[in-house]
Structure formats: structure tokens, C-alpha cells
């Protein structure tokens, strides 16, 4: 990977404040595997590291990632230089996520090319290989700082040349991170897909503003506090994940949840619009249309639920006819784009997001795809995330301390925690606010790590 130069002098003063100034406790450095590997990412200058390497210039300040195997005879420890880090950028803020399917540890960091402006980058470690690394897209002429990344991974099959299921791996990458670019601080989101271990080739990145639909009757307040540079998302309940994050709009604290919809429903819906757009013109008689599109996806969705399929066809039949009959005959290409994103919208609802929970939420639906101007296709259909709000609070008081945040299992409640002298405190989120601080008091009995653990699991619960 080519990484942008930034000079040398430039580069070893920011290597000199790197060494000044430690990672801190909370950044997610550490990930534990299977059979009891541990990773850990360490950033430092080369020759301190990797003493005697010719890999980087000594002074290049780079990402090191220890693997640390267990044994009968103790433990080894394997270091690897995470690679397109020894450059002259400077690499600092890693995140880890072990994802237990594919046994791949994921990584991902920030590389400042100047003092200002930084990049992110993505790479995975698979049975002791490196896969790409990936530069998360996104402005390039802003300060990223507090990345965090969760992982989930599916599968699904589509249709060969040969009229035969080709099954395919999908991992998704998703990362927030907080974001100045003059005046202007967000929290920001973007979601990577890998299909086989290989990057799709593009993704989108999202404000996470942008994302929350608040309520017209939005209480705005000043942004302030801790949490208002460290947005975090976390695994949820049926594959979704949960981003939680200080709104810069209303000042408040929001949760999003993110659902990654079945490629089942995409295929369908690009089958559909390539269907539509085997027709010159609407046709008059649009039932006709309509009629020939049900009895598609009927044969098509399989894989679908039966009454999921059957709901889908019927909606899709009305909306063929309700929409066609207010175009023009010419308008077919737009007809095929609406019904391919009607099929998606009512999929979504109809599934409650993924896991079939809960119907009649407000989603907002968005994809991924292999290009910003990819038109989907049936080789490539699209990937599609629904989102909603699931809680939207006044910012809790923690004082100066940056505390930990716990979600429920869709993000409808929270749990905040700080360590303070001998205890760890904490706050539970209410239907329109917070808990007073209650406690939990550490000593021989009840160490930090068992508190967090039931913190965690509480917030699990609730």
C-alpha cells in the first residue's frame, strides 16, 4: 500500500509526542482469541520494537501487533508489524475486534499525515497472514481520533453462470470515529463489507447526525462532557450492531441500531428491477406488470419465510400498481428503482430489521456497494443496512472521567461507569434521563474487571 510521505522532520516530531503522550487505558488495543491467544497492538518507533528490523527507518513511529499463545511449558509471544505502518505517517489509535467465526482478528488505526488531517486504515490477521489493508474512505482533510470497530460476519448464495448457488462469505466491518474538520465536530460511521476476505471496493461513510431521525420536538442542548469525542458501537442481539454517540445537532446522547439485511432480499430486489427493465415502457394495463412481478419473487424468495415471501409479493403487486400508475409510460428505469427500493423498505419491516423482533419501526435504509455510482445487479446486489433510533437521553454526569458505556441488546438502555478512588461508579438510563450514582466498591473480592463484567451483563438485561 502506498502511503502519502509527510516529511521527515515533520514526522519525527509527531513520533516524538506519540512517545510522550501513552495510548490510553481504554482504547481497545486488546482483543482475546480463541484457545486463549491474546492480541495486543503497540505503537512505538521502529527500532525499539523490531531491534535489528529493515522493514522501516528506526525513528518511523509504527504499529506492532503481539500475539501471545498459551502452553503447558508458558506462554509465547509472536510480534508482527502490522502492515502499511512503516511509513513516515504516524500511526496511533488502534482498535482490535476478534471475530470468533473466522478466527480473524481485526484491526484498525488512525495514520496522521500531518498535524492536522489523518486517515484510517483496516487490516485483518487470518491464520497468522495479513489480509489488505484497507483506507476507509472518507475526508481526508480532517482529524479523526477515537476509532472503534465491531465485526460481524454471515453468509449467503447467489446464483452462478451456470445456474448453480455460489455460497459466499460476507464479514462486515463497521467503524466509528470521532471527526474535526474546521469549526465542524461529528461522530462518524462507516460500514465495510469484505465478501471471501476480499474489500467490495468501496464504502460509504455516514455523519451519524445524519442518521438519527430525532423527533420534531428534539430537545437541544450544548454539546459538552466526556462522551462528547468518543462515540462507540458494540454487537447487539441478532447480528445488529449498536452505535452510541453524542449528537452534535441536539447535544444529546443517541443510540442507533444497525441491522445488516439479508443478500437474500437484495438479489431479490435486483432480480425484480432487471425483470422491470426488460419492459420498453409501462404498460398500460399496469396489473399486467404488477401481476408478473408477484409471481417472481413467489418463485424467487425461497429462502424467504413463506408469509414473509407471500406478504412481500402482495405489498410489492400494490405498490407496482400505485407508484406505475402515476408515471409516465416512458418512466420504466424509475419504476425499476423504486420497486427494487420498496422491496428493501417493506423486507426491512417485515423482518423488524433482521431478526424478525420488532415490525413498524422507523428505518432509514442505506447500502453498500462496489463503487459510489455501482448500479446493483444480479452478480452484484447490493448490501443493505436498516437503521433506527432506539434512544435518544440527556448527557449523564460523570465529571471529568471518560466513562464506559453499556447498551442493551437493541439499544434501548444504557448503563454508564467511571472508576473513582476505590469504586466504580455508575448510572442507569431512565425513559427520560439518568439514575442517581450508585456504586460498586472494589477490594480482595470484587476486582474491576468482575464489576465491568457485571455492569456489562446488567446493561445486557435491561
Known amino acids: ?64 501487533l503481539d500475539v501471545t499463545h498459551p502452553g503447558a511449558d508458558g506462554s509465547t509471544t509472536q510480534r508482527l508489524l502490522i502492515p502499511g505502518t512503516g511509513g513516515n505517517d504516524v500511526e496511533s489509535s488502534p482498535s482490535l475486534f476478534f471475530e470468533e467465526s473466522s478466527k480473524s482478528v481485526f484491526v484498525v488505526w488512525e495514520s496522521r499525515i500531518n498535524p492536522l488531517h489523518s486517515v484510517l486504515y483496516l487490516t485483518n490477521l487470518t491464520e497468522g497472514t495479513f489480509g489488505d489493508v484497507v483506507r476507509i474512505s472518507g475526508d481526508q482533510y480532517s482529524f479523526k481520533s477515537s476509532p472503534r470497530i ?34 465542524d465536530d461529528r461522530a462518524v460511521y462507516a460500514p465495510v463489507v469484505l465478501i471471501d476476505g476480499a474489500y467490495l471496493g468501496w464504502n460509504p461513510v455516514f455523519l451519524l447526525d445524519d442518521l438519527s431521525n430525532s423527533p420534531e420536538n428534539r430537545v437541544v442542548e450544548t454539546p459538552t462532557g466526556p462522551l462528547l469525542h468518543a462515540p462507540s458501537i458494540q454487537l447487539g442481539d441478532d447480528n445488529a450492531t449498536v452505535a452510541t454517540f453524542v ?50 419473487i413467489i418463485e424467487i424468495g425461497t429462502r424467504l419465510h413463506p408469509s414473509v415471501r407471500t406478504f412481500l409479493a402482495d ?3 400494490a405498490q407496482i400498481i400505485e407508484i406505475g400508475s402515476r408515471y409516465s409510460p416512458g418512466q420504466i428505469r424509475r419504476l425499476g428503482d423504486a420497486i427494487r427500493a420498496q422491496i428493501i423498505e417493506i423486507g426491512a419491516d417485515a423482518l423488524g430489521g ?78 427520560d434521563g439518568w439514575t442517581d450514582i450508585l456504586s460498586i466498591t472494589l477490594g480482595p473480592t470484587m476486582t474491576r474487571e468482575q464489576a465491568e463484567q457485571i455492569l456489562a451483563q446488567r446493561a445486557k438485561n435491561r
Not at 452462478?160 to 462469505?169: A, C, E, K, N
Not at 437474500?264 to 404498460?283: E, F, G, H, Q
Not at 453498500?368 to 446486489?381: F, I, Y
Request: proline letters at 5%; aromatic letters at 6%; hydrophobic letters at 40%.
Open 1 to 64: 500500500m502506498k502511503i502519502r510521505q509527510v516529511t521527515s522532520t515533520l514526522a519525527l516530531g509527531l513520533a516524538v509526542l506519540a512517545a510522550a503522550l501513552p495510548l490510553r487505558a481504554d482504547a481497545h488495543d486488546v482483543a482475546l482469541g480463541s484457545n486463549g491467544d491474546l492480541y495486543r497492538v503497540r505503537a512505538g518507533a521502529y527500532q525499539d520494537l523490531f531491534p535489528g528490523g529493515t522493514l522501516a527507518q528506526n525513528d518511523a513511529v509504527v504499529l506492532a
Open 150 to 183: 465491531a465485526v460481524r460476519r454471515d453468509t449467503f448464495d447467489l446464483t452462478g453462470s451456470d445456474g448453480t448457488p455460489v455460497h459466499h462469505f460476507r464479514t462486515l466491518v463497521e467503524t466509528v470515529w470521532w471527526e474535526t474538520a474546521g469549526a
Open 247 to 296: 449528537n452534535s445537532e441536539t447535544g444529546r446522547l443517541n443510540t442507533l441500531e444497525i441491522d445488516v439485511l439479508p443478500v437474500d432480499l437484495s438479489d431479490i430486489a435486483a432480480r425484480v428491477r432487471a425483470k422491470i427493465l426488460t419492459y420498453p415502457r409501462i404498460p398500460a394495463q399496469v396489473s399486467l406488470l404488477a401481476d408478473a412481478i408477484r409471481a417472481q
Open 315 to 317: 405489498q410489492i403487486r
Open 354 to 431: 433482521r431478526g424478525g423482533r420488532q415490525q413498524n419501526l422507523a428505518y432509514r435504509i442505506t447500502e453498500v456497494m462496489a463503487t459510489p455510482t455501482a448500479e446493483p445487479s444480479v452478480a452484484e446486489p447490493g448490501h443493505a443496512l436498516a437503521v433506527h433510533n432506539a434512544a435518544d437521553l440527556p448527557v449523564p454526569d460523570t465529571g471529568d472521567a471518560v466513562p464506559s458505556v453499556y447498551t442493551s441488546s437493541h439499544g434501548d438502555s444504557l448503563l454508564v461507569s467511571w472508576e473513582q478512588d476505590d469504586k466504580i461508579l455508575y448510572r442507569e438510563s431512565t425513559v
